[in-house]
Nanobody
């Protein structure tokens, strides 16, 4: 059974930092693309950041320069370092994994999976940023 378990969420003030972690079992990061999504109730799930099995990263414009995604394949752990947090970063954050989507061009440029191609999802961790 595949499980993704997020941790590290909490409440911080504007400008603060949090580190989210996602630990996987029954699922290996070595051959997968992993991502962080976030969702505010009533809104769609938005991609925050993703990382390929060979370590290429992508960020949404709203978090670029503030958030850093990384993975430790030996520990099967994904991390999202979030700095300079803003109230609009408040959301439930989900870890997601895909083994069926994405791809590489001949030059090695990685195209991330689409949201529907992320087969495995965690239960989420809440991040609240107060002004």
């Amino acid at each position: 059974e595949v499980q993704l378990v997020e941790s590290g969420g909490g409440s911080v003030q504007t400008g603060g930092s949090l580190r989210l972690s996602c630990t996987a079992s029954g699922f290996t990061f070595d051959d997968a693309d992993i991502a962080w999504y976030r969702q505010v109730p009533g809104n769609e799930c938005d991609l925050v950041s993703s990382i390929s099995s060979d370590g290429q990263t992508r960020y949404s414009d709203s978090v670029k320069g503030r958030f850093t995604i990384s993975q430790n394949n030996a520990k099967n752990t994904l991390t999202l370092e979030m700095n300079s947090l803003k109230p609009e970063d408040s959301a439930m954050y989900y870890c997601a994994g895909s083994t069926v989507g994405g791809g590489w061009s001949d030059s090695g440029f990685w195209t991330p999976p689409f949201e529907y191609q992320y087969t495995y999802w965690g239960q989420g961790t809440q991040v609240t940023v107060s002004s």
